[in-house]
């Protein structure tokens, strides 16, 4: 959904990230580990340049 949404010209995005979101006290399951946070913003990256753009 989030690249869905940066290709459609979303101008930010709002990601919950945790250490380990299995632990987290809330919204674990919509949480992203650090890894997955970052294997996201590779794609993000990888996106705009596509776009011709890039993160401000």
Do not use: C, W, Y
Request: charged letters at 20%; glycine letters at 8%.
């Amino acid at each position: 959904m989030s690249l869905a949404a940066v290709a459609a010209g979303a101008n930010g995005l709002i990601i919950e990230v945790h250490p380990t979101p299995n632990q987290a006290l809330s919204d674990g399951a919509q949480s992203l580990d650090f890894e997955a946070f970052d294997r996201l913003m590779a794609d993000v990256r990888r996106l705009l340049g596509a776009m011709q753009k890039q993160l401000a």
